[in-house]
């Protein structure tokens, strides 16, 4: 279970508060008028931010005074999610270790990336690139996985498998998942497939955001 | 099959051990090139020593005994040669020389040489020279060279012996006046060079009308090149020697070999080489010179005290050094 | 990474450096005799020396400066300009090109039988200040042209547009347009050129003629060589060092900028310039080839004409020596570089005043005179192993030390860039230590060529060093010109000047990217 607690975040001229629970094997949607502080709730948690006061804890440790490689998390930015110099097939296998080249190679195809594994990040399109961001994001072993704005520059053509693989991942690995979200439609679709979906909106001079369980089921 | 270490051991035993032994002399850069003595002597004294002659050059005499001072102990120099008779004060108080074991009484009686670590082997007086066809009327002492706002040339006394003998000639003639003296020539001079070729060639490529160098210079030219062209302007005041010596260093390996090759400089044979190589005076009677040597010796020679000199170089180097700064 | 502010490991790559800066100082101060004489600072020659210095650095950046921005302003509005590539690698090798070569050039034009010495009954004189400021303006005005034309470049299409659609004249475009564009740079490239200047020795060692226009290395190098006075070599280093990294703090360098990128991008303004304005944008570039161009024709044709007799062995050997001390040296400078800006990269996102310590440190070299460091090191070793033995590997420890900063001034930017872009996705993939040089090791390859050349053609330019530890019966090629020149034997100089002309020219052409980068 992920708790933040009264998590202050200074951002000059601004200043977020957070606080949620987040249910292990649950989602959490976050939304809100872009530039207000979604993307520094991801930072935050994943440790690219000093924190001014407050509290995070996974499975009931403080993860406030840790490293961003000690933290059981895993991000997806908005971009600079690959190495732009080295092949989709060399960036995949840097972030996978732990996988073995099969399963590496089935994921692409399951996200229709395969044919461009020998080529550079470059040279690929806005969707293709995301979703090899997203396969570096989810099949890490980390229990938390952070996703910011994931399906914003999917082609519609493979929008609803690539959420829907997504899903698949996030649901047989039992992660845990914080996501920024940008269109309604991609929520609804979330939370049609996933149980325990919970949403939180984060606003500009509002002091606590509030999550508010959802519990559609499907 | 002999395993390449075998090898290795088996050539050392067969090409033989014996190598030639080596003096390394130190010297002036322009007595090694090809135009100087360097080549003949290297030649006449190989030929009696059964040895390998080494020569390692520095920009000029003075350039020689710095490098010596930073090399201390760790010294390769077997013999030191081309410092003369104002500085070799300075290499016996620092201790970089040792005696020299050789009879010196083959050198010609007014020269009177009595220095047990200093062999000389050749001398010459500084003077300016100029080219005739430019100057028409040479200066005859520092007041009138400046007056005559030529371009002249001469080197650094901190590097030079020719730099040094010209701060020691200034002053010798004025012992009280010299900043003034140096500041006239300020204006006038066109470059301080670090060695005497340098400046010299800059002079025969028309850099100027005067060069400090010595009463023989202008032998070279009748004789090597023909061309009667350049002369020495002789002061009414004076001139001073300058007594080009060699010695052995204090840590040589092989001083014997030093000592033999010392006295091989004062050899009629060596002393042959020297006029028409180094264009100096040679330190022996009975060595024959061309006429053009005639006018080498001046009328007036100046008598210099080296413990003098060696007391006062600094602030007189000082004194240059703040009154051309300006 | 772990952003820790105790982390230590990433400051013992500093550790070479620092070191050898320690070694030079105890070097310099056990074997001095002489106590300090801080009266020294009052003595005239010491006041005239420090006044010619600042005074010869200062007129040579504002020379080259002026001349250079007619020249990018010619460029960057005249995009039909005859042969503007070859230019731009004239430009690389004009500032890159070793001072020997030129100051050969300049004496075969200028010097007292010059080609071009018409001064009459006297000919003109090299010597002195007016040669030091124009050898100056010749190896540092290139450098000023590419930095003033790519900030020219910067400004973006619309702007250009604008200012015709406007109607702005000359002087409106200017104050508008161009002085904006180039203001944020001149600061920093004026201070780059000062201390380049300020510390210039080949240059004022052969054409200052005499101690009226000393500088301050020129009298460390004497101090040191002539009067083996290391007291007197330390306080002037100490003045040196100072004044040139007071010059650098004011300008307010921070690594920001880096002046020396290799590629310079060409793109047209599309504005319409008037006749007038074309003839005289046509003419200084006419101007600007003919005096880049004249000192190298010069070394060729001297060296190539019949009469002069070829060199063979000895410049053989001496090409020889340049090319091992020069190829170990760039081979020591490029990986320490790399290494040594690893404090400062590790501390930039967090602790930015910790970083700017880490690359000052890295840095530092670059402000302290290379002859002090050398005689430090000569005095610190001369009595604890045979110097004529170790020369080479001293030469090239030293040189490549000389090079560092050079190195960390050109990755730095680069690096920091990428670690501000990536840093997060490292910690987010946590890749094992291999991996991560890995990663770094193939994004920083092709940025390694042109900077090994960079070195390698700065490395063969090298003097100071090898005045003091060279033998010179085993000259490298800068040592045997400036031996050749100084005895005014110019056809055998412009042969050797000529050979190290060519090796430059065939780096800096590996150096220039011929292919867009892939990035």
Same mark, same amino acid.
């Given at each position: 279970?992920?708790?933040?607690?009264?998590?202050?975040?200074?951002?000059?001229?601004?200043?977020?508060?957070?606080?949620?629970?987040?249910?292990?094997?649950?989602?959490?949607?976050?939304?809100?008028?872009?530039?207000?502080?979604?993307?520094?709730?991801?930072?935050?948690?994943?440790?690219?931010?000093?924190?001014?006061?407050?509290?995070?804890?996974?499975?009931?440790?403080?993860?406030?005074?840790?490293?961003?490689?000690?933290?059981?998390?895993?991000?997806?930015?908005?971009?600079?999610?690959?190495?732009?110099?080295?092949?989709?097939?060399?960036?995949?296998?840097?972030?996978?270790?732990?996988?073995?080249?099969?399963?590496?190679?089935?994921?692409?195809?399951?996200?229709?990336?395969?044919?461009?594994?020998?080529?550079?990040?470059?040279?690929?399109?806005?969707?293709?690139?995301?979703?090899?961001?997203?396969?570096?994001?989810?099949?890490?072993?980390?229990?938390?996985?952070?996703?910011?704005?994931?399906?914003?520059?999917?082609?519609?053509?493979?929008?609803?498998?690539?959420?829907?693989?997504?899903?698949?991942?996030?649901?047989?690995?039992?992660?845990?998942?914080?996501?920024?979200?940008?269109?309604?439609?991609?929520?609804?679709?979330?939370?049609?497939?996933?149980?325990?979906?919970?949403?939180?909106?984060?606003?500009?001079?509002?002091?606590?955001?509030?999550?508010?369980?959802?519990?559609?089921?499907? | 099959?002999?395993?390449?270490?075998? *090898?290795? /051991?088996?050539? =050392?035993?067969? %090409? +033989?051990?014996?190598?030639?032994?080596?003096?390394? !002399? #130190?010297?002036?850069?322009?007595?090694?090139?090809?135009?100087?003595?360097?080549?003949?002597?290297?030649?006449?004294?190989?030929?009696?020593?059964?040895?390998?002659?080494?020569?390692?050059?520095?920009?000029?005499?003075?350039?020689?005994?710095?490098?010596?001072?930073?090399?201390?102990?760790?010294?390769?120099?077997?013999?030191?040669?081309?410092?003369?008779?104002?500085?070799?004060?300075?290499?016996?108080?620092?201790?970089?020389?040792?005696?020299?074991?050789?009879?010196?009484?083959?050198?010609?009686?007014? *020269?009177? /040489?009595?220095? =047990?670590?200093? %062999? +000389?082997?050749?001398?010459?007086?500084?003077?300016? !020279? #100029?080219?005739?066809?430019?100057?028409?009327?040479?200066?005859?002492?520092?007041?009138?060279?400046?007056?005559?706002?030529?371009?002249?040339?001469?080197?650094?006394?901190?590097?030079?012996?020719?730099?040094?003998?010209?701060?020691?000639?200034?002053?010798?003639?004025?012992?009280?006046?010299?900043?003034?003296?140096?500041?006239?020539?300020?204006?006038?001079?066109?470059?301080?060079?670090?060695?005497?070729?340098?400046?010299?060639?800059?002079?025969?490529?028309?850099?100027?009308?005067?060069?400090?160098?010595?009463?023989?210079?202008?032998?070279?030219?009748?004789?090597?090149?023909?061309?009667?062209?350049?002369?020495?302007?002789?002061?009414?005041?004076?001139?001073?020697?300058?007594?080009?010596?060699?010695?052995?260093?204090?840590?040589?390996?092989?001083?014997?070999?030093?000592?033999?090759?010392?006295?091989?400089?004062?050899?009629?044979?060596?002393?042959?080489?020297?006029?028409?190589?180094?264009?100096?005076?040679?330190?022996?009677?009975?060595?024959?010179?061309?006429?053009?040597?005639?006018?080498?010796?001046?009328?007036?020679?100046?008598?210099?005290?080296?413990?003098?000199?060696?007391?006062?170089?600094?602030?007189?180097?000082?004194?240059?050094?703040?009154?051309?700064?300006? | 990474?772990?952003?820790?502010?105790?982390?230590?490991?990433?400051?013992?790559?500093?550790?070479?450096?620092?070191?050898?800066?320690?070694?030079?100082?105890?070097?310099?101060?056990?074997?001095?005799?002489?106590?300090?004489?801080?009266?020294?600072?009052?003595?005239?020659?010491?006041?005239?020396?420090?006044?010619?210095?600042?005074?010869?650095?200062?007129?040579?950046?504002?020379?080259?400066?002026?001349?250079?921005?007619?020249?990018?302003?010619?460029?960057?509005?005249?995009?039909?300009?005859?042969?503007?590539?070859?230019?731009?690698?004239?430009?690389?090798?004009?500032?890159?090109?070793?001072?020997?070569?030129?100051?050969?050039?300049?004496?075969?034009?200028?010097?007292?039988?010059?080609?071009?010495?018409?001064?009459?009954?006297?000919?003109?004189?090299?010597?002195?200040?007016?040669?030091?400021?124009?050898?100056?303006?010749?190896?540092?005005?290139?450098?000023?042209?590419?930095?003033?034309?790519?900030?020219?470049?910067?400004?973006?299409?619309?702007?250009?547009?604008?200012?015709?659609?406007?109607?702005?004249?000359?002087?409106?475009?200017?104050?508008?347009?161009?002085?904006?564009?180039?203001?944020?740079?001149?600061?920093?490239?004026?201070?780059?050129?000062?201390?380049?200047?300020?510390?210039?020795?080949?240059?004022?060692?052969?054409?200052?003629?005499?101690?009226?226009?000393?500088?301050?290395?020129?009298?460390?190098?004497?101090?040191?060589?002539?009067?083996?006075?290391?007291?007197?070599?330390?306080?002037?280093?100490?003045?040196?060092?100072?004044?040139?990294?007071?010059?650098?703090?004011?300008?307010?360098?921070?690594?920001?900028?880096?002046?020396?990128?290799?590629?310079?991008?060409?793109?047209?303004?599309?504005?319409?310039?008037?006749?007038?304005?074309?003839?005289?944008?046509?003419?200084?570039?006419?101007?600007?080839?003919?005096?880049?161009?004249?000192?190298?024709?010069?070394?060729?044709?001297?060296?190539?004409?019949?009469?002069?007799?070829?060199?063979?062995?000895?410049?053989?050997?001496?090409?020889?020596?340049?090319?091992?001390?020069?190829?170990?040296?760039?081979?020591?400078?490029?990986?320490?570089?790399?290494?040594?800006?690893?404090?400062?990269?590790?501390?930039?996102?967090?602790?930015?005043?910790?970083?700017?310590?880490?690359?000052?440190?890295?840095?530092?070299?670059?402000?302290?005179?290379?002859?002090?460091?050398?005689?430090?090191?000569?005095?610190?070793?001369?009595?604890?192993?045979?110097?004529?033995?170790?020369?080479?590997?001293?030469?090239?420890?030293?040189?490549?030390?000389?090079?560092?900063?050079?190195?960390?001034?050109?990755?730095?930017?680069?690096?920091?860039?990428?670690?501000?872009?990536?840093?997060?996705?490292?910690?987010?993939?946590?890749?094992?230590?291999?991996?991560?040089?890995?990663?770094?090791?193939?994004?920083?390859?092709?940025?390694?060529?042109?900077?090994?050349?960079?070195?390698?053609?700065?490395?063969?330019?090298?003097?100071?060093?090898?005045?003091?530890?060279?033998?010179?019966?085993?000259?490298?090629?800068?040592?045997?010109?400036?031996?050749?020149?100084?005895?005014?034997?110019?056809?055998?100089?412009?042969?050797?000047?000529?050979?190290?002309?060519?090796?430059?020219?065939?780096?800096?052409?590996?150096?220039?990217?011929?292919?867009?980068?892939?990035?």
């Amino acid at each position: 279970m992920l708790t933040v607690a009264n998590l202050v975040v200074d951002r000059p001229p601004h200043r977020f508060h957070y606080d949620f629970v987040v249910p292990t094997g649950g989602a959490l949607i976050i939304k809100g008028p872009s530039g207000e502080g979604k993307s520094t709730l991801l930072d935050a948690l994943g440790g690219f931010l000093t924190i001014a006061a407050g509290e995070v804890t996974w499975d009931g440790q403080s993860l406030v005074d840790l490293q961003p490689e000690q933290r059981p998390m895993t991000t997806l930015f908005q971009s600079h999610n690959l190495f732009d110099h080295l092949t989709v097939a060399r960036n995949v296998a840097l972030a996978l270790p732990q996988l073995p080249l099969s399963e590496r190679v089935a994921a692409l195809e399951a996200l229709g990336v395969s044919e461009q594994q020998d080529q550079y990040p470059a040279n690929l399109s806005g969707g293709q690139r995301q979703r090899v961001g997203l396969i570096t994001a989810l099949l890490r072993p980390e229990p938390v996985v952070l996703l910011d704005e994931p399906f914003r520059e999917l082609d519609p053509a493979t929008r609803f498998q690539t959420i829907s693989w997504v899903i698949e991942q996030v649901t047989a690995r039992n992660k845990t998942l914080l996501l920024v979200s940008h269109n309604a439609d991609d929520d609804a679709l979330i939370q049609s497939q996933m149980t325990d979906v919970r949403e939180t909106l984060v606003r500009l001079n509002d002091h606590a955001s509030t999550a508010t369980a959802n519990t559609a089921q499907n | 099959m002999i395993s390449l270490r075998q *090898l290795a /051991w088996l050539s =050392a035993l067969i %090409v +033989p051990v014996s190598v030639a032994q080596t003096l390394t !002399v #130190y010297t002036y850069d322009s007595f090694v090139s090809e135009w100087g003595p360097g080549p003949q002597l290297e030649t006449l004294f190989e030929a009696q020593c059964d040895c390998d002659l080494n020569f390692v050059g520095s920009a000029d005499g003075v350039a020689m005994l710095n490098r010596l001072r930073l090399e201390g102990k760790k010294t390769q120099a077997d013999v030191l040669l081309g410092l003369d008779n104002l500085i070799l004060e300075q290499a016996k108080r620092e201790q970089l020389v040792q005696p020299h074991g050789v009879d010196t009484s083959a050198v010609s009686a007014h *020269l009177e /040489w009595t220095d =047990a670590e200093f %062999v +000389p082997f050749d001398y010459g007086y500084f003077a300016w !020279v #100029y080219d005739t066809t430019r100057i028409t009327t040479p200066a005859t002492s520092f007041e009138s060279l400046i007056a005559s706002d030529a371009r002249i040339i001469y080197q650094d006394p901190r590097t030079s012996t020719p730099g040094f003998g010209l701060m020691v000639w200034i002053n010798q003639l004025y012992p009280d006046s010299a900043n003034h003296i140096w500041k006239g020539l300020a204006p006038l001079t066109e470059t301080v060079s670090q060695g005497w070729w340098e400046g010299y060639s800059l002079f025969l490529n028309g850099g100027a009308d005067y060069v400090l160098s010595y009463t023989t210079s202008p032998a070279y030219h009748i004789l090597a090149e023909s061309d009667q062209r350049y002369a020495a302007a002789p002061f009414s005041a004076g001139h001073i020697a300058q007594i080009e010596v060699a010695a052995i260093s204090a840590q040589s390996q092989q001083p014997a070999l030093a000592s033999q090759f010392l006295s091989f400089l004062i050899s009629p044979e060596a002393q042959a080489v020297i006029p028409t190589t180094n264009w100096m005076l040679p330190v022996i009677d009975g060595v024959a010179l061309d006429p053009a040597f005639d006018g080498a010796a001046p009328e007036r020679t100046l008598t210099v005290d080296p413990l003098q000199v060696l007391n006062e170089k600094t602030n007189w180097i000082r004194a240059w050094r703040s009154a051309v700064a300006q | 990474m772990a952003f820790s502010r105790r982390a230590v490991i990433p400051w013992l790559t500093l550790l070479p450096a620092v070191l050898a800066s320690t070694i030079a100082v105890w070097g310099l101060l056990s074997a001095r005799r002489e106590s300090f004489d801080l009266g020294f600072f009052t003595d005239p020659y010491f006041v005239s020396t420090l006044t010619f210095s600042l005074k010869q650095a200062a007129l040579s950046c504002v020379l080259a400066l002026l001349l250079a921005l007619p020249v990018a302003r010619a460029l960057t509005f005249m995009p039909q300009l005859f042969g503007r590539r070859w230019f731009m690698t004239l430009t690389a090798l004009a500032f890159v090109m070793p001072s020997f070569v030129l100051i050969t050039g300049l004496m075969i034009l200028l010097g007292a039988n010059g080609w071009l010495n018409f001064g009459d009954p006297r000919p003109w004189s090299l010597f002195g200040l007016q040669g030091i400021l124009l050898a100056h303006v010749y190896l540092n005005m290139p450098l000023a042209v590419r930095v003033l034309y790519q900030a020219l470049q910067s400004v973006p299409q619309d702007s250009w547009r604008l200012s015709q659609q406007h109607r702005l004249t000359g002087w409106q475009r200017w104050s508008h347009i161009e002085w904006p564009a180039i203001k944020p740079h001149v600061g920093l490239l004026a201070a780059f050129i000062f201390v380049l200047c300020f510390n210039s020795f080949a240059v004022v060692l052969t054409l200052g003629g005499g101690p009226k226009s000393t500088t301050l290395e020129l009298a460390i190098y004497q101090a040191l060589k002539y009067d083996f006075n290391l007291s007197e070599a330390l306080l002037l280093s100490v003045v040196q060092a100072v004044i040139a990294g007071s010059v650098l703090l004011a300008a307010g360098y921070s690594g920001k900028s880096s002046l020396f990128r290799i590629a310079v991008q060409h793109r047209p303004t599309g504005l319409a310039v008037s006749v007038a304005n074309a003839l005289g944008h046509r003419l200084v570039y006419a101007v600007a080839w003919v005096f880049l161009l004249l000192p190298i024709v010069a070394v060729m044709i001297k060296a190539l004409s019949h009469g002069t007799q070829l060199q063979g062995i000895p410049l053989l050997a001496a090409t020889g020596q340049s090319l091992l001390i020069a190829v170990s040296a760039a081979l020591v400078a490029v990986p320490l570089g790399w290494l040594m800006l690893w404090p400062a990269r590790h501390f930039q996102g967090t602790h930015a005043r910790i970083a700017l310590w880490a690359e000052w440190l890295a840095l530092h070299h670059m402000v302290i005179p290379t002859l002090v460091i050398g005689v430090g090191w000569f005095a610190f070793w001369v009595s604890r192993i045979d110097i004529n033995r170790a020369s080479i590997p001293l030469l090239v420890m030293l040189n490549a030390l000389v090079l560092v900063p050079f190195v960390v001034l050109q990755l730095k930017p680069l690096l920091v860039l990428w670690d501000q872009q990536h840093r997060r996705l490292l910690g987010n993939w946590r890749p094992n230590l291999w991996h991560r040089f890995f990663i770094e090791w193939t994004f920083i390859v092709p940025t390694l060529k042109p900077l090994f050349a960079l070195a390698l053609v700065l490395a063969l330019g090298d003097v100071p060093l090898f005045a003091l530890f060279g033998q010179s019966d085993q000259p490298t090629l800068t040592w045997y010109i400036y031996r050749l020149a100084g005895s005014y034997r110019l056809d055998q100089a412009a042969q050797a000047a000529l050979m190290l002309l060519l090796l430059s020219s065939l780096l800096i052409y590996w150096m220039e990217p011929r292919h867009a980068n892939r990035r």
